[in-house]
């Protein structure tokens, strides 16, 4: 799940606070009725009440639990422990040994995700499956360090993914071990983008843990891909959105600079995109550049057949939406070019009609932990990007490895190893493993660093035609489109046969 934030974010808990200019990468995605049965927990399993909230015009609720976790999995001199928090439906899971849906949190709020992934409240009934929803470390509720978590590098340097990972192994042996009748409970894991990413990793690394795993819009080669393939996805949707929709969005950025060579164009541009902070120096022309260049690749991520608010409320089909403000021909000044720019970008900042002013500083939901996935961008999730101006509608920006590592010692004094997400899990090297589903819509431009061809008869790739980022893991509507309809219905035909071979195993 992801966005590009190529402009400042800072926190007050750092001491050191800059720009990570260039791949500071984090991923979105997204992803209740619940009775649950007395369980027989143990102490380290604390219960919380249940919620009832409404999520897309349903009534959901759930129950909060907390589990006692190793801050150190994999040392023993730090042997303190922390809550992590996990969410859990059984409404439909009435029978003894009956599956487990198990959803690998990623970079943010795990209630957030939960009410985002309809696909799997869908499918409970019909599997009879308990649904748990796990949060990773560092993230929403789950803080080793309570708020001192983010103080230091000394705190940070437990959020890694394969922390993240025995986490969630512990905890599913821990469920399997407390709640009767879940000793035999089969458990598939489940994530979108960075969850997806952690579904696939978990079955691949505790393969005694899952039977199987779905990796929406996972991108695990993200790694190791040409760094300029994110952005030519982006501006293909744009393409297509409209004509002269993704060439213009290209031409605008000489035009930005052009307009804010002046004061008066300077003030121009804050009130023809009625900024809630106007624009000052070059330094905020910078970053009004890179919160457009932010707005595409969201727009483009969500680019769902219906109205939705997973990031910001949108229209059906927003990047069409978007380009019905670029038409232009080539003719146009600077200020139409411009104007037509900010009519687009209200698309996505106030479809409501609410917003008084727009502000650069958030493009997405504040439930996302975007220092955390920066520090994990800093560290092993090195993902390379770049723009070229030629074969995308961005200005030229090239991958500078050195660069980002400066940039990510000065903000958290640590520094990426640029090969570890491929050593520790196999690069492309994966046919050993089994019983994962990669799935991808060809709209999203995460699928760039995904798993986009079947590798067995067990590692399966699905491509979902007129799909945006993880759109197979929402709720169903009524204007989804076909491919993502068939695409949810294979899927959990492969549940089940992993269900099946789960039971003749035992």
């Given at each position: ?9 800072s ?5 050191s ?6 791949t ?8 209740f009725i ?27 609720s ?37 599956p ?6 990623n ?6 995700f939960?009410?985002?992934t ?8 019909e ?48 469920l399997?071990?407390n ?5 035999k409970?089969?458990v ?29 819009s ?6 190791i ?7 030519q ?5 744009f ?28 003030q ?74 900010s ?37 092993e ?13 961005f ?16 903000q ?53 035609d ?36 789960a039971?003749?195993?035992?």
């Amino acid at each position: 799940m992801g966005v590009m934030f190529s402009h400042g974010q800072s926190s007050d808990s750092l001491s050191s606070t800059m720009r990570l200019s260039c791949t500071a990468v984090f991923f979105i995605s997204i992803f209740f009725i619940i009775s649950c049965h007395a369980l027989a927990l143990k102490p380290q399993l604390l219960g919380r009440h249940t919620i009832k909230i409404s999520s897309d015009h349903r009534s959901l609720s759930y129950r909060t639990f907390y589990f006692d976790q190793q801050i150190d999995h994999f040392g023993f001199l730090e042997n303190g422990t922390f809550k992590q928090r996990y969410l859990l439906n059984d409404q439909h899971w009435h029978k003894e040994g009956g599956p487990i849906l198990f959803y690998t949190g990623n970079e943010g709020d795990i209630a957030w995700f939960c009410n985002n992934t309809g696909f799997m409240w869908d499918v409970a009934e019909e599997l009879g499956a308990m649904l748990v929803f796990a949060e990773h470390r560092y993230y929403g509720e789950s803080m080793p360090f309570g708020e001192e978590s983010y103080s230091n590098a000394k705190y940070l340097n437990y959020l890694t993914s394969e922390q993240a990972l025995a986490d969630f192994a512990v905890l599913i042996k821990a469920l399997k071990g407390n709640i009767p009748g879940a000793q035999k409970s089969p458990v598939i894991a489940i994530g979108g983008s960075y969850g997806g990413m952690l579904a696939a990793w978990l079955r691949m690394k505790y393969p005694s843990a899952v039977i199987g795993a779905l990796a929406s819009s996972a991108p695990i080669w993200q790694f190791i891909v040409p760094c300029g393939g994110f952005y030519q996805v982006v501006t293909r949707d744009f393409t297509s959105g409209g004509v002269n929709c993704s060439s213009n969005i290209g031409r605008s950025w000489k035009a930005v600079d052009g307009i804010s060579a002046t004061g008066e164009g300077l003030q121009w541009l804050s009130q023809e995109f009625a900024l809630c902070s106007p624009l000052k120096s070059l330094e905020d022309v910078y970053g009004f550049k890179a919160w457009l260049q932010e707005t595409w690749v969201n727009l483009a991520m969500v680019d769902y057949p219906y109205e939705a608010d997973f990031l910001q409320p949108l229209p059906r089909w927003p990047v069409k939406e978007v380009c019905t403000h670029l038409r232009f021909d080539t003719g146009v000044s600077d200020k139409q070019l411009l104007h037509g720019i900010s009519q687009a970008v209200r698309v996505y900042y106030n479809y409501s009609g609410d917003a008084l002013c727009l502000n650069t500083s958030q493009t997405a939901t504040g439930n996302l932990g975007i220092l955390g996935w920066f520090y994990q961008s800093c560290t092993e999730m090195v993902m390379p990007m770049c723009t070229d101006g030629i074969n995308d509608m961005f200005e030229p920006q090239p991958w500078n490895f050195q660069a980002f590592s400066d940039e990510c010692f000065a903000q958290f004094g640590v520094r990426p190893r640029k090969d570890w997400a491929k050593i520790v899990y196999g690069g492309r090297n994966i046919s050993a493993h089994s019983n994962i589903i990669f799935s991808n819509g060809d709209l999203d431009p995460w699928m760039s660093g995904g798993v986009t061809k079947s590798i067995s008869e067990s590692l399966v790739a699905i491509m979902i035609d007129g799909g945006a980022h993880h759109l197979d893991l929402r709720y169903n509507n009524e204007y989804d489109p076909e491919s993502v309809i068939k695409t949810r219905a294979l899927e959990v035909q492969y549940f089940i046969k992993w269900i099946k071979q789960a039971a003749s195993t035992l």
